[in-house]
C-alpha cells in the first residue's frame, strides 16, 4: 500500500462528503470548548505556582471545567470510534459522522475494551520498573523490556480500529494481539508514523504565528493569546487526529484483514 496516498485521502474525506462544512463548524465549537478548558487549567496551575501563598481555589469553577472537559472527552473519543467506522468504508463519500448522541454509547460500549488493555499496560509496566530494583543487570534488562513495552504499545490502537469496525469487543481481549499486529502491519505503520511527524508541526504553526500576529497587533494579555492560540491549535490538532485514524483504519484493511480472511 501507498502510505502517502493514504494520507492525501484521509484529509480528503475528512473535508469532503455530505454537509462536510457544517460537521467542521461543529467539530471547531466542541474542540474550542476542551482547548479552552485545558488552557484555563494550565493557567490556574501556573499562577498556583507563581504565588507566593496558597491562592483561593475556584473549587466550583474547577469541578464545572473539569466535568465539561470529561462529558465532551467522552463524545469525541465515541466520535473518533465511529470515524474509523465509517472509515472502513473509504469509497463512501461520509466518512465524517453527524453530531448525534450515538458517540456517547459507542464509547460506553468500549470501555471494558480500553480497561482491560490499560491494566495490561499498567502491569506491564510495573514488572519494567520493579526491575529497576533486583540489581544492575536487572535495571538494564528493564529498561530494554521499558522500550519494547513503548513499542507495542503503540501497536495497540488497532484493537480499538478492531472495536471500530463492528463495535464488537469479541477476541480483542487478546494480549498477544499487538505482537500480531507488529508482524502484519510495521512497515506501513512506522512510515505512516514518520510521515506525521512533519504533518503534525505543520498543523500546529498556525497557531504560533496567530500567537505572533496577536502580539505585533498590540495584544498584550498572554491569557488571551493562549486561549486563542489553543483553540486554534486544538482544531488543527482534532483534524489531524482523524486523518491518522483514517490510515490506521486503511492499513488494518490490507494487512490485518486480508491476514485474518485467509
Same mark, same amino acid.
Given at each position: 500500500?501507498?502510505?502517502?496516498?493514504?494520507?492525501?485521502?484521509?484529509?480528503?474525506k475528512?473535508?469532503?462528503?455530505?454537509?462536510?462544512?457544517?460537521?467542521?463548524?461543529?467539530?471547531?465549537?466542541?474542540t474550542?470548548?476542551?482547548?479552552?478548558?485545558s488552557?484555563?487549567?494550565q493557567?490556574l496551575?501556573?499562577?498556583?505556582?507563581?504565588?507566593?501563598?496558597l491562592?483561593?481555589? +475556584?473549587?466550583?469553577? %474547577?469541578?464545572? !471545567?473539569l466535568?465539561? *472537559?470529561? $462529558?465532551?472527552?467522552? @463524545?469525541?473519543?465515541?466520535?473518533?470510534?465511529?470515524?474509523?467506522?465509517?472509515?472502513?468504508?473509504?469509497?463512501?463519500?461520509?466518512?465524517?459522522?453527524?453530531?448525534?448522541?450515538k +458517540?456517547?454509547n459507542? %464509547?460506553?460500549? !468500549?470501555?471494558?475494551? *480500553?480497561? $482491560?488493555?490499560?491494566? @495490561?499496560?499498567?502491569a506491564?509496566?510495573?514488572?519494567?520498573?520493579?526491575?529497576f530494583?533486583?540489581?544492575?543487570?536487572?535495571?538494564?534488562?528493564?529498561?530494554?523490556l521499558?522500550?519494547?513495552?513503548?513499542?507495542?504499545?503503540?501497536?495497540?490502537?488497532?484493537?480499538? $480500529?478492531?472495536?471500530?469496525?463492528?463495535?464488537?469487543?469479541?477476541?480483542?481481549?487478546?494480549?498477544?494481539?499487538?505482537?500480531?499486529?507488529?508482524?502484519?502491519?510495521?512497515?506501513?505503520?512506522a512510515?505512516m508514523?514518520?510521515?506525521?511527524?512533519?504533518?503534525?508541526?505543520?498543523?500546529?504553526?498556525?497557531?504560533?504565528?496567530?500567537g505572533?500576529?496577536?502580539?505585533?497587533?498590540?495584544?498584550?494579555?498572554?491569557?488571551?493569546?493562549m486561549?486563542?492560540?489553543?483553540?486554534?491549535?486544538?482544531?488543527l490538532?482534532?483534524?489531524?487526529?482523524?486523518?491518522?485514524?483514517?490510515?490506521?483504519?486503511?492499513?488494518?484493511?490490507?494487512?490485518?484483514?486480508?491476514?485474518?480472511n485467509?
Amino acid at each position: 500500500m501507498n502510505v502517502f496516498d493514504v494520507v492525501i485521502d484521509g484529509f480528503k474525506k475528512v473535508f469532503t462528503g455530505k454537509n462536510a462544512v457544517i460537521k467542521h463548524i461543529w467539530i471547531f465549537l466542541i474542540t474550542a470548548i476542551i482547548s479552552f478548558v485545558s488552557v484555563y487549567f494550565q493557567l490556574l496551575a501556573e499562577t498556583a505556582e507563581k504565588a507566593e501563598k496558597l491562592p483561593d481555589f +475556584p473549587l466550583k469553577t %474547577f469541578l464545572i !471545567a473539569l466535568t465539561v *472537559m470529561i $462529558v465532551i472527552g467522552i @463524545y469525541l473519543g465515541g466520535y473518533n470510534f465511529q470515524f474509523m467506522h465509517n472509515a472502513f468504508n473509504s469509497e463512501s463519500e461520509g466518512v465524517l459522522p453527524e453530531f448525534t448522541g450515538k +458517540p456517547f454509547n459507542i %464509547f460506553w460500549k !468500549a470501555i471494558p475494551l *480500553m480497561l $482491560v488493555w490499560t491494566l @495490561y499496560i499498567i502491569a506491564a509496566t510495573a514488572l519494567c520498573f520493579s526491575l529497576f530494583f533486583a540489581g544492575p543487570v536487572f535495571i538494564t534488562i528493564g529498561f530494554i523490556l521499558f522500550i519494547a513495552l513503548l513499542l507495542v504499545s503503540a501497536f495497540i490502537q488497532f484493537v480499538y $480500529v478492531g472495536y471500530a469496525k463492528c463495535y464488537s469487543r469479541e477476541g480483542l481481549y487478546n494480549i498477544a494481539l499487538p505482537f500480531k499486529y507488529i508482524k502484519l502491519t510495521f512497515g506501513p505503520f512506522a512510515l505512516m508514523a514518520l510521515l506525521f511527524i512533519p504533518i503534525y508541526s505543520v498543523a500546529m504553526s498556525p497557531s504560533f504565528f496567530l500567537g505572533m500576529l496577536m502580539g505585533l497587533s498590540g495584544i498584550k494579555d498572554i491569557n488571551t493569546i493562549m486561549y486563542a492560540g489553543g483553540i486554534l491549535g486544538g482544531y488543527l490538532g482534532f483534524i489531524v487526529q482523524l486523518v491518522w485514524y483514517y490510515g490506521l483504519v486503511q492499513i488494518y484493511r490490507e494487512k490485518i484483514d486480508i491476514a485474518i480472511n485467509q
